[in-house]
């Protein structure tokens, strides 16, 4: 089996502790030689600055090609744009293009003044540069304000139309699930790459919990095998072994490029593209 691309989901800290936390991810990980690696906005879009902080030190002292998360929260159309010329500036031309949750405190997403409605607008604004990768994200299983099953497709659909190069899913916990909404996609007529993205997991009271406010269904045999594993004290080897088994089946299933959520912890991750077969590439150079 041909080892897959890899890239790497990092999100900005929120303390000192967390700092040092996503350095020592970053310089276990960039040696795996990922083809991209994406920093994330926090909810409401509150880490706007930070995550272009962290975006353009990654990619000065590591040499990644770096993509910076971009929402349409608490920002006028004008003040996004300027955020994307600050990127090119400094040589960061990947952008994710979302429409990012609603802030704290609200039920749901509304439009700031002068900004962009949705993902789709915010893509055709990018597009229309022409001077970035535009990344959009997709949900094989369904989100939480579709409106029926068909509508995640129907809006990927929309965003690669307006001009979006590829597009992320949202994680899952079974390759089937990928595979499904792979065919869904190509009956539709989208072309543009789909890579799945994978989420390790590190607790599964955590995962478990993150998945149900996404929309995500967990598997009856998952909770069961869980629940076994903290038993006997073996939840880090039960995940290492879901994680891989998942990967495998998807890259058998035709996948070529797998994209993890780090949670800014890198142990369960390396373990799992190790367990691919991909194996550091490149030596780290001490960067300041």
């Given at each position: 089996m041909k080892p897959p691309r890899i890239s790497f989901?990092?999100?900005?800290?929120?303390?000192?502790?967390?700092?040092?936390r996503l350095s020592d991810t970053v310089r276990d990980?960039?040696?795996?030689?990922?083809s991209f690696v994406s920093v994330t906005y926090g909810a409401g879009g509150t880490t706007r600055e930070l995550t272009h902080d962290v975006v353009s030190t990654i990619h000065r002292n590591y040499g990644l090609n770096v993509a910076a998360h971009?929402?349409?929260?608490?920002?006028s159309r004008a003040e996004t744009m300027d955020?994307?010329?600050r990127y090119v500036a400094s040589g960061v031309t990947d952008i994710v293009a979302l429409r990012g949750d609603a802030p704290k405190g609200t039920d749901r997403f509304a439009a700031t003044p002068d900004g962009f409605a949705n993902s789709v607008e915010l893509v055709e604004a990018l597009a229309k540069r022409g001077d970035v990768n535009i990344r959009v994200g997709a949900y094989p299983d369904r989100h939480p304000e579709a409106r029926d099953e068909n509508a995640?497709?129907?809006?990927?659909?929309?965003k690669i139309d307006a001009g979006a190069d590829s597009a992320?899913?949202?994680?899952?916990?079974?390759?089937?699930?990928f595979f499904r909404f792979r065919d869904k996609c190509a009956a539709a007529g989208i072309d543009a790459p789909i890579i799945p993205g994978i989420l390790p997991i590190e607790t599964w009271s955590g995962v478990r919990k993150f998945a149900q406010s996404c929309g995500t269904p967990v598997p009856v045999?998952?909770?069961?095998?869980?629940e076994r594993a903290e038993r006997d004290g073996r939840e880090?080897?039960?995940?290492?072994?879901?994680?891989?088994?998942?990967?495998?089946?998807l890259v058998e299933g035709g996948v070529e490029d797998l994209h993890f959520y780090t949670l800014n912890k890198p142990g369960l991750t390396r373990d799992v593209v190790h367990a691919l077969g991909v194996t550091p590439r490149v030596a780290l150079q001490n960067v300041a």
């Amino acid at each position: 089996m041909k080892p897959p691309r890899i890239s790497f989901e990092f999100f900005p800290p929120k303390n000192v502790n967390s700092t040092f936390r996503l350095s020592d991810t970053v310089r276990d990980l960039a040696p795996l030689d990922p083809s991209f690696v994406s920093v994330t906005y926090g909810a409401g879009g509150t880490t706007r600055e930070l995550t272009h902080d962290v975006v353009s030190t990654i990619h000065r002292n590591y040499g990644l090609n770096v993509a910076a998360h971009l929402t349409c929260v608490n920002a006028s159309r004008a003040e996004t744009m300027d955020i994307v010329d600050r990127y090119v500036a400094s040589g960061v031309t990947d952008i994710v293009a979302l429409r990012g949750d609603a802030p704290k405190g609200t039920d749901r997403f509304a439009a700031t003044p002068d900004g962009f409605a949705n993902s789709v607008e915010l893509v055709e604004a990018l597009a229309k540069r022409g001077d970035v990768n535009i990344r959009v994200g997709a949900y094989p299983d369904r989100h939480p304000e579709a409106r029926d099953e068909n509508a995640d497709v129907e809006w990927l659909k929309r965003k690669i139309d307006a001009g979006a190069d590829s597009a992320i899913t949202q994680f899952f916990f079974e390759a089937e699930t990928f595979f499904r909404f792979r065919d869904k996609c190509a009956a539709a007529g989208i072309d543009a790459p789909i890579i799945p993205g994978i989420l390790p997991i590190e607790t599964w009271s955590g995962v478990r919990k993150f998945a149900q406010s996404c929309g995500t269904p967990v598997p009856v045999w998952l909770d069961e095998a869980y629940e076994r594993a903290e038993r006997d004290g073996r939840e880090d080897l039960l995940s290492i072994s879901l994680a891989t088994e998942l990967c495998t089946e998807l890259v058998e299933g035709g996948v070529e490029d797998l994209h993890f959520y780090t949670l800014n912890k890198p142990g369960l991750t390396r373990d799992v593209v190790h367990a691919l077969g991909v194996t550091p590439r490149v030596a780290l150079q001490n960067v300041a």
